[in-house]
């Protein structure tokens, strides 16, 4: 066990511990504190101990999450180019700024990435009306699946901050890509369906079709739209960036704050049978037991992704965020509903996304969204030390 007391045979000796620091500052005294040469030789002996145990704890992976914050990983998705709304690219950052307001050093914790986005892609018009700024939203999914792809293969937990949620076809594409083979359960909370695609979008926003995307639907059965070449063409290959088509299945869907749809999605919700778990149901039971039957709705899934759209809370909470809908949960829902659900070690990936702070009050939904944020790191380190390891026990 990591970091465990090492126990010598000698009862005048104290306790070792397996790791090389304390073999570094360990002091070779006895019991009464005098100086002792057998003591020392038994210091000695369990530092040869601890280094051993160091060797294999490394060989076998098995990050210590709880000393450096080592496992986790930040990805931050600044860009808004699939929301028809502007601001959302600003929400990471908001997010970093809620962190300074509370004196938290979080963003200091823990290693952060940047996936590199090209904000021009906003200046221009959109060509493309059924999938607007495809190309660029679609360059903004593959350097997020390569992130995340990344650092599922490196071991660490990503999380991941987005502006809008069309990049999150891009985050299922890496988990996808880092697990070819295996069961993928999506746990998509959310105000919306999320669930369009050209031939059915009444807005053209790509931020409607991350699900699309990765569960390869185009709903042809209820096409309104009649896309041009260069959209069909570029909806074929975000299709195809998980490299495995669809990247998930709709049994391994599961809704949650779901309200506000398009006949077209409530089709394919319907047909497909997906579970919607509602805000009654978090209101009438609670979010243990709403999180128990959540995750026993995906139970044969062996890799688990969370995605927290803020828009899921009530708009009456905090209107920062593009698409408020009123009926949602509230934040004290929406944090321990999260902690219930990463519980669970097959949580491979958590992303929060959809935090505007230009239509927001006093970065009031930022801050919801940090100490949420906070609440699942804290408890991924604090509490949760094997399991937590046993989640990044990749492949
Ligand atoms: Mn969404």
Redesign the pocket.
Known sequence: MPGAPLRSSSAHCRVAYATPKSCKHQKFTSVDGEPNIDNQMYRLLGCIYGWHFYGQYQDNANVNRKTTGFGINIIEVKSEIGAGTRGASLGPDAIEIAALDFGSNFFKQFTKVEVPIDKDALFEPARTPFARRIRGVSQVCERVATEVKRCIGSELFPIVLSGD?SS?AGTIAGIRQAYPKGRIGVI?I???A?LHSPYTTPSGNM??M?LSVALGEDNEILKINNPDDQTREQWEAMKNLGGVRPMVHYKNLVYVGLRDFEREEDYLIKQNKVRVFTTDEINNFGTEKVGREILAAIEPCEHIYI?F?V?SMDSSISKGTGTPVPGGITEKQAASLILRLMQNEKVRCFEI??VNPTLDKENLMAENAFEILQKVTNQMVNELDVPASTAMQAY
Do not use: L
Request: overall charge negative.
């Open positions: 949620h999150s998509w959310d105000a919306h999320d931020h409607g991350p995605s759209d828009d996304t959809e």
